[in-house]
Nanobody, 127 residues
Framework: QVQLVESGGGLVQAGGSLRLACAAS????????MGWFRQQPGKEREFVATISRNGIRTRITDSLKGRFAISRDNAKNLVYLQVNSLKPEDTAVYSC????????????????????WGQGTQVTISS
């Protein structure tokens, strides 16, 4: 059983940056594909970014490319989401998720493919 705890959210002015972190415990972190998702007010959860077990392959949803980046530190059991040039429409609860995989360079974009979820961290962007 993997436990995930997000941190780094907060209130930021438009144009600012944040680095969200997700700490994992209870499993072998490098066995898991990691993902970030967000849920904006009144909307369904959407895919933001994913990273393979070895950190070599990443995918960012098209609308956020160039502003968001995902990375991981397997030695520290952490996955990060760097978010830049923030806009009011980026306001959402950001959650990390994990799914175990036998493949080291695979990523997952479908939230239904993930087995473990954190509680989420609120990111609010003021205009």
């Amino acid at each position: 059983q993997v436990q995930l705890v997000e941190s780094g959210g907060g209130l930021v002015q438009a144009g600012g940056s944040l680095r969200l972190a997700c700490a994992a415990s209870g499993g072998t972190f490098s066995d898991y594909i990691m993902g970030w998702f967000r849920q904006q007010p009144g909307k369904e959860r959407e895919f933001v970014a994913t990273i393979s077990r070895n950190g070599i392959r990443t995918r960012i949803t098209d609308s956020l490319k160039g502003r968001f980046a995902i990375s991981r530190d397997n030695a520290k059991n952490l996955v990060y989401l760097q978010v830049n040039s923030l806009k009011p429409e980026d306001t959402a609860v950001y959650s990390c998720a994990a799914t175990r995989s036998a493949l080291i360079i695979t990523t997952r974009t479908n939230p239904n493919d993930y087995d473990y979820w954190g509680q989420g961290t609120q990111v609010t962007i003021s205009s």
